[in-house]
């Protein structure tokens, strides 16, 4: 951040005052943006159709480049006042000097979740609403201290994902007491899904029996294997155990064992896993009436069968070998030949279906209820330069800072997105590009 | 060769001498070994077994450790008087220099077929007797004046192969005007598989009407994924379009586009691949009686998959790219990940099945025929060092040059197997390891 010293003491100056002029206005405000990634430009295109909220973004990431072209793109085509700035998101004080200078309204993390806890710390030091789209997860997962914290909690809990939700949750009271909220996980899986939890018991039911939630990306790049993102978390997915919570409690099962095929509207007939997934963890505690919550992600047979194959002949491998004088990392080799994940969006065509069944109770009587969003790859595209599933995250994230800034989610604490009111919420999304759809009478998953 | 001078010279002499003394006899024999690898390791095993024929051997490759260590381990067991000598095959007046001091009876080349053609002329100049176990192809096949052969004959014959057997067939009539034979392709596919063709004419049919040669390995090296030999030339097997011989001409086929199972004898259930193999080639010639020769591999799906992704991401790939500023081929790498082929021969248990299924006419009536070989991994392992795959290549070679030596294949010229008495031959296997197993009532392959 050197380069940008002299800018911030300056900004700092400038913001002051600026602030002191904006104190009288409700709705607009300024909010510093985390990331500039897929989601990311995403959720910053979003922001900038939405002036009347978000009057003043800044967008910050570890490339000041890619956040400079992004401003320079959308800055002629919105009345949002757009800044840019080099960050170290990891980095608490750099983070605690930028938001002492920029002064926002509130912090929107849309870059790795590594950083979720020091962003948070961060803006509880200077009282900053904070929104997220994927649980903490710490960036080495090998470190001795987690690695305990790990082992025991996979053991008493039973599910094995390197994210969970209490190291957040910690802040609950130190957010209330500072009378900001915080958002957790609110992109569309975590996020979208939750608040369709909401919504369903809201206006659909007395009581929720089962609940489904179905990721499916029908998305074809054209190329014979790629990954959307890094292959590394993809692995991650395939190969770690998946675990659905029943009864209270979470049950193990063997990676990608639990298979089903469904017929997605808009999509077609395809193969889906039982996965592991976050917003099972805080919808598990927050609806108990709930006897069981199960999360199915589709891959393509062809997709897990290229995963299978390069694992198999040491293509995965996060451990370097050394070939012929020089260390190699075999996954990091691979990331080199593969498409690069920026590349694909032009060329992702299809679709993606993301939703919840539910079975329950209404008045006395049984009852299914399908709430669901589909999006197009290409649509995605072309308005915002990314594909549906950054897309699908992003517009939700901006939804999200939209509930908190306009005061419609105002609950000082740390929360994830059930616990808010879901109608202006899924309202907004039905406006701003994720509309919903819904049946009555869904296939149910067996 | 540099260290070998002086050696080589004072053996001229001593080998002059030691010729004189030597000539009265008829079948003992000194021959001179090209290779030191799994099949030349399987070929100078059974050679050491037969030192009434094979008095004395040189074992000659560009790995003279590997000589020294093989002939440290047999020397003990045989009386075949064992020497080394470290020889780059590829370069002529070296060879000549080598045959020129040790004086052999015979060359049997179980090297790298890039170097046939050196090879034969050598034999040429010094008058030795010639064998080798695969048809010629050049090292590097996109040399441009190879090329254009190569484009050339592939639109004339049909078939796509980097191997053909006219240039070494361009050595007929040298060979029988130097009164010395030359023998093609005497390992197993090719080899026994075309003195089992003579046989089958000679024994068992008046006029045969189609032949499928099968090619089963059942092998199994417990390992997901690793190739028993260069994973380069296994994928030019299993990219390369197929063809077969019809009608006197060659049918070309997509890779692997025409695919059977069949119920091997001591393997069991297997799928099976159409390829082009150079047998056909001769054999068309030979026999042109013959309506269809058809060439069967075995290949598993799950290698097939395997090799199929690999490809998919690059893997495969011979061409260099720049990674992190190190040139860096994929397929050279992916060699370092996978398991060293010479470390699968005390692992690879089951076995192979190769043979040979005929239809024709025997006294006005139709007939079926079958004859094959079943070999052990471990049993080949255990008596050699080296593997079935191996073994069932390096015995027809010891056996070959066996007829030779003892003048039961006499004729003067460039031969391809069949062209000789298959009786003695089809003994000697019997005999010495590659028991031969017949069917009346084999099933058809469709």
């Not at 072209?69 to 750099?94: F, M, S, V, W």
């Not at 929107?108 to 020091?118: F, K, R, T």
């Not at 969970?164 to 975590?190: M, T």
Request: charged residues 25%.
């Amino acid at each position: 951040m050197s380069e940008h010293g002299c800018e911030l003491r300056f900004r700092a100056l400038f913001y002051g005052l600026l602030r002191i002029r904006r104190k009288g206005r409700k709705t607009m405000a300024r909010v510093l943006i985390i990331g500039c990634g897929g989601v990311a430009t995403v959720g910053i295109v979003k922001c900038t159709q939405h002036p009347e909220v978000f009057e003043e973004i800044c967008i910050a990431s570890r490339t000041l480049s890619k956040c400079d072209a992004l401003k320079e793109r959308l800055q002629p085509t919105t009345k949002t006042k757009i800044t840019t700035c080099k960050i170290d998101a990891g980095n608490l004080e750099e983070v605690v000097a930028l938001m002492k200078s920029y002064k926002p309204d509130m912090l929107i993390h849309m870059g790795m979740p590594y950083h979720n806890l020091v962003l948070m710390e961060a803006c509880l030091r200077c009282k900053v609403h904070y929104l997220d789209t994927a649980a903490y997860e710490p960036e080495d997962v090998n470190e001795p201290e987690f690695r305990k914290y790990y082992d025991n909690r996979c053991k008493e809990k039973g599910f094995y994902a390197y994210f969970d939700y209490p190291f957040q949750w910690a802040y609950r009271k130190k957010f209330e007491e500072a009378g900001i909220v915080g958002v957790l996980g609110c992109g569309f899986d975590p996020g979208v899904t939750q608040a369709y939890v909401a919504y369903a018991k809201k206006h659909e039911f007395d009581t929720i029996d089962t609940l489904d939630i179905l990721d499916c990306n029908g998305g074809d790049h054209g190329y014979k294997f790629a990954t959307n993102f890094n292959p590394e978390i993809n692995l991650r997915e395939v190969s770690s155990p998946g675990a659905y919570w029943e009864d209270h409690k979470w049950h193990r099962v063997e990676p990608m064992s639990i298979h089903r095929t469904y017929d997605f509207d808009g999509v077609g007939v395809k193969d889906m896993y039982l996965l592991h997934h976050e917003e099972i963890e805080s919808l598990g505690l927050n609806y108990p009436e709930i006897k069981r919550i199960r999360f199915f992600m589709t891959f393509g047979q062809s997709y897990l069968d290229h995963m299978r194959c390069l694992e198999d002949v040491g293509m995965l491998s996060p451990k370097a070998i050394n070939y012929n004088g020089v260390e190699i990392v075999p996954i990091q080799f691979l990331k080199a030949l593969l498409p690069d994940p920026a590349t694909l969006g032009p060329r992702t065509h299809g679709r993606t279906n993301i939703g919840c069944i539910f079975t329950g109770k209404k008045d006395g009587k049984e009852k299914k209820y399908y709430i669901y969003n589909v999006s197009d790859h290409q649509e995605a595209y072309k308005e915002t330069g990314a594909q549906a599933i950054s897309y699908t995250t992003g517009v939700p994230a901006m939804c999200g800072a939209m509930m908190v800034l306009t005061g419609k989610w105002n609950t000082p604490g740390v929360h994830n997105v059930e616990e808010f009111n879901p109608d202006p919420f899924i309202d907004a999304l039905n406006k701003y590009g994720l509309p919903t759809r819904e049946s009555y009478d869904p296939v149910l998953v067996d």
